[in-house]
């Protein structure tokens, strides 16, 4: 599916910025709407929801590298049925769009989540999140297998009539034909992708620097990566294509639009910055117009 970069749009509803706030960077985007800092942003996608809450992994969790960010947050969060009560209710506050994170340790653990949350109506739609580096259960091993896609996409489908995304690993196993079968089993998107496994060692002491060892790495760095894959799976789905990984700079995200992207998340940058996508976009509309009027 291409796209023109000049225009943006998701699940039949038009914005007017190709940015959205990649999931666990942001929250539920509460703390950055009372900072001020959500203009420019098109659609804020939460952290990991889960059934049961989970606390994520021991720290240290988080190693900066020379170029970026390594994470192993493993998908902390209150739970479902506490994201239900305590916090999508504030989420109407928003002044964009929310799409709802969701993972699971079971194949069936997604719809249930996803059942849940059905019971608002905050959700513009949802993420699922098959692709997680920083889980022992489930996590990369379910976006691995087309097979397990399209399971899980249809398990999802039977739950809910609102549109959801299929985010699918760059670690594992075939990204385009785990696409084609998120895309079969029924999701109206496909999120390409999240972040590459990686480990720092301390060389002194021999041990990991990370308490789980390994990590998702998430940096400019891996821009390149996004940009082949987000090209490749455009021209084999018809469902748009949300790029997810090393967006950056306005020309990033041009980039990733130019590549197929429908629109463009950007994660790490907004932890470091959290106003990044109000310059984001000031800075896509400069070059759009200098280069393309
Ligand atoms: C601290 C941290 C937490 C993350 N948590 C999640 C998560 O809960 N669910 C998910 O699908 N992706 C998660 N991600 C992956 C990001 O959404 C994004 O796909 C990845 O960081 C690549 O984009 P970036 O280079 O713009 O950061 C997380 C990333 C970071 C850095």
């Known amino acids: 599916m291409t796209s023109d970069i000049r225009s943006w ?10 940015v959205m706030l990649a999931s666990g960077t942001a929250g539920f985007g509460l703390e950055l709407l009372e900072r001020g800092s959500l203009a420019g942003t098109a659609i804020v996608v939460s952290k990991a929801t889960t059934l049961e809450p989970r606390e994520g992994n021991p720290p240290p969790r988080l190693v900066e590298t020379r170029f970026g960010l390594l994470n192993s947050v493993g998908l902390a969060n209150p739970g479902v049925d506490a994201v239900m009560e305590n916090i999508l209710p504030s989420a109407a506050m928003l002044p964009c769009p929310l799409i709802v994170n969701v993972a ?16 608002s109506s905050i959700p513009f739609g949802y993420e699922i999140n098959v692709s997680c580096p920083n889980v022992a259960a489930g996590g990369v091993a379910f976006g691995a297998s087309p097979e397990t896609v399209d399971r899980i996409a249809r398990m999802v489908r039977e739950v809910t009539d609102r549109p959801f995304s299929v985010k699918l690993t760059p670690n594992e196993g075939s990204l385009t034909e785990s696409a084609r079968a998120a895309e079969e089993g029924g999701a109206n998107a496909v999120t390409v992708s999240n972040t590459y496994l990686g480990m720092r060692i301390d060389w002194r002491t021999g041990k990991p620097l990370l308490h789980r060892s390994v ?6 760095a891996i821009l390149p990566m996004t940009v082949a894959r987000v090209f490749t799976v455009s021209s084999c789905v018809d469902i748009p294509v949300l790029a997810s990984g090393g967006a950056t700079c306005p020309e990033d995200i041009l980039e990733l639009l130019a590549a197929g992207a429908a629109m463009v998340q950007v994660g790490t940058r907004v932890m470091r910055r959290p106003d990044a996508a109000a310059e984001l976009l000031t800075g896509i509309k400069n070059f759009l117009e200098e280069t393309l009027s």
Do not use: I, M, Q
């Open 9 to 18: 749009s998701l699940w039949g509803r038009k914005f007017t910025s190709p």
């Open 104 to 119: 699971g340790k079971s194949e069936r653990e997604f719809a249930a989540v996803v059942d849940r949350l059905e019971g």
């Open 215 to 220: 990590g998702g790495y998430s940096s400019p």
